[in-house]
């Protein structure tokens, strides 16, 4: 399906993240991201309360803010990799809108 690039920089480093949709069904993407040595599933989307990450390979989940601020989302740095975060945090930030129930979740409007 759909591929998006997004460049990824962290403690001086550069390097590229890709994220591919394998499954979108309004609520809810299954994705592939790969960037520098990290690629894995992911399932991110909205529920009642907000908006959710999910990698289940790694047994881990989380709330998200929303998929435009990368700071929040790099909270996540303490419990993984910085690389992979910010190659997650970057990725995640190319995904198109989600719609529930009228409302709009990982607008561009949020930063």
Same mark, same amino acid.
């Given at each position: 399906?759909?591929?998006? &690039?997004?460049?990824?920089?962290?403690?001086?480093? %550069?390097?590229?993240?890709?994220?591919?949709?394998?499954?979108?069904?309004?609520?809810?993407?299954?994705?592939?991201? &790969?960037?520098?040595?990290?690629?894995?599933?992911?399932?991110?989307?909205?529920? %009642?309360?907000?908006?959710?990450?999910?990698?289940?390979?790694?047994?881990?989940?989380?709330?998200?803010?929303?998929?435009?601020?990368?700071?929040?989302? +790099?909270?996540? +740095?303490?419990?993984?990799?910085?690389?992979?975060?910010? %190659?997650?945090?970057?990725?995640?930030?190319?995904?198109?809108?989600?719609?529930?129930?009228?409302?709009?979740?990982?607008?561009?409007? %949020?930063?």
């Amino acid at each position: 399906m759909m591929l998006s &690039t997004s460049v990824c920089e962290y403690l001086g480093q %550069t390097w590229i993240a890709h994220v591919e949709i394998l499954e979108d069904d309004g609520l809810f993407y299954e994705v592939k991201i &790969t960037g520098r040595e990290h690629s894995f599933h992911a399932i991110i989307g909205a529920h %009642t309360n907000g908006v959710f990450l999910c990698i289940p390979a790694w047994q881990f989940g989380c709330e998200l803010d929303s998929i435009h601020d990368l700071f929040f989302n +790099r909270h996540i +740095r303490d419990s993984f990799d910085p690389y992979f975060v910010e %190659t997650l945090s970057s990725a995640i930030r190319l995904l198109p809108p989600i719609r529930k129930d009228s409302k709009l979740y990982f607008d561009e409007e %949020t930063n």
